[in-house]
C-alpha cells in the first residue's frame, strides 16, 4: 500500500478538500493519498517530505493522467454545485437528487412529500 513513485497532482486549500479529492480518486479505482499538513509528514508513508506547506493529494506516477482527468471533473462539479441554482431536491433518505414535485426517490423508492415546501404555491 505504498506509491512506487508518488506525484503531487493536487493542491487542497483545505485538509477537507484534501480528503474529498483523494477519495474521488479512490472511488475512481485509483490509489491515493493526501498529506494534510507539515505535522502529518512524520507519519507519511515515504518519511519526511521537504517542502509540504498545504494540503496535497498524491498518486503514482503512472496514474497521474488519469487522475488530472478526474480531479478536472471534480472541480468541474464543485463549480457546478456553487452555481447551480438552489431548486434541486434532494431525497432526504439516500440524498439523490429528485426533480421537483417527485412523490417517489427514483433511487431508494421513499415516499417524499413538499406539502412543507410552499414557496411556489399560492
Ligand atoms: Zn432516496
Not at 31 to 49: I, R
Not at 60 to 75: G, K, L
Not at 113 to 118: N, Y
Request: aromatic share 10%; hydrophobic share 40%; proline share 4%.
Amino acid at each position: 500500500m505504498a506509491l512506487q513513485d508518488p506525484v503531487a497532482v493536487y493542491n487542497a486549500a483545505t485538509n477537507i478538500e484534501a480528503q474529498l479529492v483523494r477519495i474521488f480518486l479512490v472511488d475512481a479505482g485509483i490509489e491515493a493519498f493526501a498529506v494534510e499538513d507539515v505535522s502529518q509528514v512524520g507519519t507519511w508513508a515515504f518519511g519526511l517530505l521537504p517542502e509540504i506547506h498545504k494540503p496535497q493529494v498524491w498518486v503514482d506516477r503512472e496514474n497521474v493522467e488519469q487522475a488530472h482527468s478526474f480531479i478536472v471533473e471534480y472541480e468541474r462539479r464543485s463549480r457546478a454545485d456553487e452555481s447551480e441554482p438552489r431548486n434541486d431536491r434532494f431525497c432526504y433518505e439516500c440524498g439523490e437528487s429528485v426533480e421537483q414535485n417527485v412523490s417517489l426517490c427514483p433511487s431508494c423508492g421513499q415516499a417524499l412529500d413538499w406539502s412543507e415546501d410552499t414557496e411556489d404555491a399560492t
